[in-house]
């Protein structure tokens, strides 16, 4: 199972499990937007899409326990 997030030169959003819904919250960050007309996401200059798998995480968590 993967995840999304987007990552500006300034900011980092936080995880999603999906990317549409990665791409709603973008604005958050001022990652780009989602063009009202179109449904398409149009992200601004600097932008990229990181993908991680949830077993990273997991992973992750259970070392530092």
């Known amino acids: 199972m ?3 997030r987007f990552v500006t030169p300034h900011r980092t959003g936080k ?3 999906d990317l549409a819904t990665a791409k709603r919250f973008a604005h ?4 780009g937007f989602l ?3 179109t ?3 149009i992200a601004y200059v600097g ?3 990181e993908v ?3 077993r990273e995480e997991a ?3 259970n070392a530092l326990a």
Request: hydrophobic share 30%; charged share 25%.
């Open 15 to 17: 995880w999603y499990p």
């Open 2 to 4: 993967s995840r999304y």
């Open 35 to 37: 063009d009202s007309r």
């Open 39 to 41: 449904g398409r996401f």
């Open 52 to 54: 991680g798998s949830a």
């Open 28 to 31: 958050a960050i001022g990652a």
């Open 47 to 49: 932008t990229k899409l």
């Open 59 to 61: 992973d992750a968590g």
